[in-house]
């Protein structure tokens, strides 16, 4: 796959006075590389099957609701591939809607890998976990633990066991840890989402008024640690 910037990823026109207009240029170019940084995956919507149309719309009033909350720092949605179908429709709500697109963008990426192969700054990346909190499983809970190396999974245990559905739990990394020496990235918050798989614990059996309030939760808590982080 190829790496695209944020400005190659939004919807067309949301950097259109680039080097046009220098009255309509951002106060602090310069500011990208350190403002606070939370890159995350759509949770649920693959091996845990969640509807992306629901999914979605839950992503984009919840990263509506936040931005406010945050001061300068970014919301980052991260997906493998540039034919990715929920990065296409948040990409597409967020348009709709009055959200600063220097603020909360779609990134395609491996997320354990942004920095030094898609020039992005970041600092906090979120895991779609299951409840057990172990390395593997596939996804990206297998690649975050897989770049980590072991300190991820002894600095999650500090924090916590298991995880219910609809919480998340802010694990810091210590500095030996290779995604914070390669990529700059100072906590994983793991967040467990609703469970659509029947092959999976906690199986929803198709209940979304269950699914989309425990997505929304699970948001709002991997939001929530992410304030705490930049606070
Ligand atoms: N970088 C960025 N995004 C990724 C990556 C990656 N390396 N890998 C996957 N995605 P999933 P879930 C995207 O299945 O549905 C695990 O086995 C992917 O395309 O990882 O919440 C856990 O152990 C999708 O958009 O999480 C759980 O048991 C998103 O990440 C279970 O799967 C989430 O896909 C959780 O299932």
């Known amino acids: 796959y190829s790496m695209l910037g944020p400005m190659d990823t939004l919807p067309a026109g949301c950097f259109g006075q680039k080097n046009s207009d220098t009255k309509s240029q951002p106060a602090k170019l310069g500011s990208a590389d350190t403002v606070p940084t939370l890159a995350f995956p759509s949770i649920s ?15 984009v009033e919840k990263a509506e609701e936040f931005l406010p909350k945050l001061g300068t720092a970014r919301l980052v949605l991260v997906d493998l591939s540039h034919g990715s ?3 296409s429709l948040v990409k597409a ?17 491996d997320i354990t890998k942004l920095h030094s192969e898609g020039g992005l700054h970041y600092n906090v990346i979120a895991n779609a976990a299951n409840w ?8 990206v809970n297998a690649a975050i633990y897989k770049a980590a190396g072991p300190d991820l999974e002894a600095a999650t245990r500090v924090r ?5 559905p609809g919480k998340s739990v802010v694990v810091p990394l210590p500095s030996t840890c290779p995604l914070h020496k390669a990529e700059g990235i100072t906590h994983v918050i793991h967040v467990l989402g609703p469970n659509m798989n029947p092959n999976r614990p906690d199986y929803l059996n198709n209940d979304y008024t269950k699914g989309c309030k425990t ?5 709002t808590s991997l939001f929530e640690g ?4 930049v606070q």
Do not use: C, M
């Open 45 to 59: 919507t693959a091996d845990f099957q969640f509807d992306l149309e629901k999914a979605s719309d839950i992503i």
């Open 85 to 87: 179908k929920i990065l």
């Open 93 to 109: 709500k967020t348009s709709q809607k009055n959200i600063d697109s220097a603020r909360f963008f779609t990134f395609v990426g």
């Open 132 to 139: 057990r909190l172990k390395p593997g499983g596939g996804g």
């Open 160 to 164: 916590a066991n298991t995880l219910l």
């Open 215 to 219: 997505l929304r939760e699970a948001y």
């Open 226 to 229: 992410f304030l705490s982080v």
